[in-house]
């Protein structure tokens, strides 16, 4: 895993690429504008897919706030597969952007693209998701969250949902994990196991594991194959809403109460999340927030002036109990 720990600034030695951008078979967004009478910036940028809310508030965050940067923006959804991302990367540096950025949809296997890009002087920022890689060159920076302090967060807060719940005896967790190899899939996993392991070795047990793809398709389809084979799971940690919600549809077929019979935490913050919670049917939301765009458009300034960043730029986002939901509903941004 790349070292989130580390907050070393990298220097970011960029020499700014002039090609005039061929046209792009992506999504192109242009503003048009010129700032100061130089060119715009030419942003590329493949995203994971549209999988979830969590995703779509990403991607209108940083089509907003490209456009309202005056970039030209250069825009492809991979459908959650690496080969399509990989292919948009290369797209982007034969046409030589000034800059590419992207959200990684898995950790590994991305060394032999970003070397292609370092050729080309083309300078690249992950965002939303990290990537593991043998020369951290690679990439400037992540303007993203600490998913493992998520998981850690998700932890600490189901210890107050029990307690809050009354729920007494083995505590039987079905733990709905993100796309299978991503980082927030393995960090929330992780995050949340160091709380399972210092303080619930005896009293907290995972009865089963599986990747639901982020998605309430298959959150859903996870959950009800779940409960047939575990039919006393009394918890459920969903890495993100749209599997929790999948999950509460399945749980209802079930004929259970989900917040009642299963207790239920997810992460992101999603309104649909809020909307479940303030219905009784999550117990809590530990909040992921998606709206990097702005954040994402000054490092690129930064990046494309040569100025030094930090080598991660993390996100502030906070924890959610039930008898928040009904009054941080109306106030939800996405
Ligand atoms: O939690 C999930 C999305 O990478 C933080 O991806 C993101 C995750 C988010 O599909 O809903």
Redesign the pocket.
Known sequence: MLNRRNFLTAAVGVAAATGLAACAKEDDSSSGSTSGGSKAIVLGFSQ?GS?????SANTDSVKSAAKEAGYTLKFSDAQQKQENQISAIRSYITQGVDVIAF?PVVVTGWDAVLKEAKAKKIPVVLT??SVETSDESLYVTLV??D?TDEGRRAGKILEKVIAKAGLKGDVKIAQLE?TTG???AIERAKGFKEVMDADHADDWKIVVSQTGD?TRAGGKQVMAAFLQSNPDINVLFA????MGIGAIQAIEAAGKKPGKDILIVT??GVKDGFIAMSEGKINAIVE?N?LLGPQLMEVVQKVKNGETVERWIKTKEGDFMQDQAAAALPTRKY
């Open positions: 994971v999988e979830s809310g969590w995703r959200s939303d998701r993203g969250s998913f993100g991503a980082a927030p982020f890495h993100n809403d749209d992460i992101d992921c998606p």
